[in-house]
T-cell receptor, first 112, second 112 residues
């Protein structure tokens, strides 16, 4: 019940495409859903996050869509660029827990 | 602010050797944690701490020890290194109210 399932494991798109990464969860107590971006040789960095009281959040070219009833959330990258090539992790946490639960990651490659 | 710092960046150990991975943060965060990252396995929580003097086990604690004597520092000790501990190790910190978690740059450890 503490798992966050992330798909796909890897994704290749052309420049300008819109990659979509999906995550699903079971624990309805989760109340914060962040996405992390990790470049090779670096630590993960917070990209964007959403709380379940909103269905969508945009920051620049990055959008989180949240479907509370389906217990799913997804990351969309508009007008993707080669510089977006990285590994993306979704995560979840709830107020009664001390631990972020991470998905297993998606390696995104954006070809020029 | 330096954020979360980790030393060393790279380390090679022989089986049976011990070592300590250092982690420090200057954001006065109560919560600190250690993860290991292996291909296809995502980020797995080793140990975490919610404040000085308080530590607890995560998902994969065996073979690792931690202590938290100050708010700033959270070292991870490998007591007797094994090849299965070859991995990239990340330290992270966050406040207890704000869920935003900051990661260090990582330590790449190889055990031969």
């Amino acid at each position: 019940q503490q798992q966050v399932k992330q798909s796909p494991q890897s994704l290749i798109v052309q420049k300008g495409g819109i990659p979509i990464i999906n995550c699903a969860y079971e624990n309805t107590a989760f109340d914060y859903f962040p996405w992390y971006q990790q470049f090779p040789g670096k630590g993960p960095a917070l990209l964007i996050a959403i709380r379940p009281d909103v269905s969508e959040k945009k920051e620049g070219r990055f959008t989180i869509s949240f479907n509370k009833s389906a217990k799913q959330f997804s990351l969309h990258i508009m007008d993707s660029q080669p510089g977006d090539s990285a590994t993306y992790f979704c995560a979840a946490i709830w107020g009664g827990s001390e631990k972020l639960v991470f998905g297993k990651g998606t390696k995104l490659t954006v070809n020029p | 602010n330096a954020g979360v710092t980790q030393t060393p960046k790279f380390q090679v150990l022989k089986t049976g050797q011990s070592m300590t991975l250092q982690c420090a943060q200057d954001m006065n965060h109560e919560y600190m944690s250690w993860y290991r990252q292996d291909p296809g396995m995502g980020l797995r929580l080793i140990h975490y701490s919610v404040g000085a003097g308080i530590t607890d086990q995560g998902e994969v604690p065996n073979g690792y020890n931690v202590s938290r004597s100050t708010t700033e520092d959270f070292p991870l000790r490998l007591l007797s290194a094994a090849p299965s501990q070859t991995s990239v190790y990340f330290c992270a910190s966050r406040g207890m109210v704000d869920y935003e978690q900051y990661f260090g740059p990582g330590t790449r450890l190889t055990v031969t």
